[in-house]
């Protein structure tokens, strides 16, 4: 079964880090495009990063360019999203999906439970 979890989600305070993991199982990421999403509180999800299976990061917020970033731990069949100098509008839930395209255009896999980041002070 193809699965993606999301943890490392929490709460923080404005200007502050946080490093989400995606953990993959029945599959590996290293050939993977993987995509982060976020959705916050009456609004719609978005995308925000996709890493395709190259390594190729494409930013899709200029809101968190800069201050977001994405990564691979092959070893672990792990992707991280570095998120620094965080402000409240990055408060949401954050979800990772492979994708069937290098841009994350098309979810492969299903979308998970998500991980809560709330940024306040």
């Known amino acids: 079964q193809l699965q993606l979890v999301e943890s490392g989600g929490g709460l923080v305070q404005p200007g502050g880090s946080l490093r989400l993991s995606c953990a993959a199982s029945?599959?590996?990421?290293?050939?993977?495009?993987v995509g982060w999403f976020r959705q916050a509180p009456g609004k719609e999800r978005e995308k925000v990063l996709c890493?395709?299976?190259?390594?190729?990061?494409?930013n899709y917020v200029t809101a968190v360019k800069g201050r977001f970033t994405v990564s691979r731990d092959n070893d672990k069949n792990t992707v991280y999203l570095q998120m620094n100098s965080l402000n409240v509008e990055d408060t949401a839930v954050y979800y990772c999906?492979?994708?069937?395209?290098?841009?994350?255009?098309?979810?492969?896999?299903?979308w998970g439970q998500g991980t809560q980041v709330t940024v306040s002070s």
């Open positions: 999906i492979k994708a069937y395209d290098s841009r994350c255009r098309v979810v492969y896999t299903s």
């Open positions: 029945g599959f590996t990421l290293d050939d993977s495009h």
């Open positions: 890493i395709s299976s190259s390594g190729q990061i494409t």
